[in-house]
């Protein structure tokens, strides 16, 4: 069975930056491609970025230059370094494999105020 975890989020101030992190099991995760998600309040859940088995990346407009996705295969984990963040980056973080979804995790809550 495959699990998600999430985890690193936090509430911060407005041009701050976090780093979130999630760790994969029941899967290969070195063998598919990740991505990061964001859902905020009364919001669909949008995809923010992703990365392939490659390292190439793919960013959304809203946070593209100032996100930056990464991967460790060997520990499973994907990782999202977040700066400057703004107060619309408010919203709960999860990660899932774009092209092979699987059980959503808990995500982790970013709240960025200004």
């Known amino acids: 069975q495959v699990q998600l975890v999430e985890s690193g989020g936090g509430s911060v101030q407005a041009g701050s930056s976090l780093t979130l992190t999630c760790t994969a099991s029941g899967r290969t995760a070195g063998s598919y491609t990740m991505a990061w998600y964001r859902q905020a309040p009364g919001k669909q859940r949008e995809l923010v970025a992703q990365i392939n088995t490659g390292s190439n990346t793919i960013y959304s407009d809203s946070v593209r230059g100032r996100f930056t996705i990464s991967r460790d295969n060997a520990k499973r984990t994907v990782y999202l370094q977040m700066n400057s963040l703004e107060p619309e980056d408010t919203a709960v973080y999860y990660c899932?494999?774009?092209?092979?979804?699987?059980?959503w995790g808990q995500g982790t809550q970013v709240t960025v105020s200004s």
């Open positions: 899932n494999f774009p092209y092979a979804l699987t059980s």
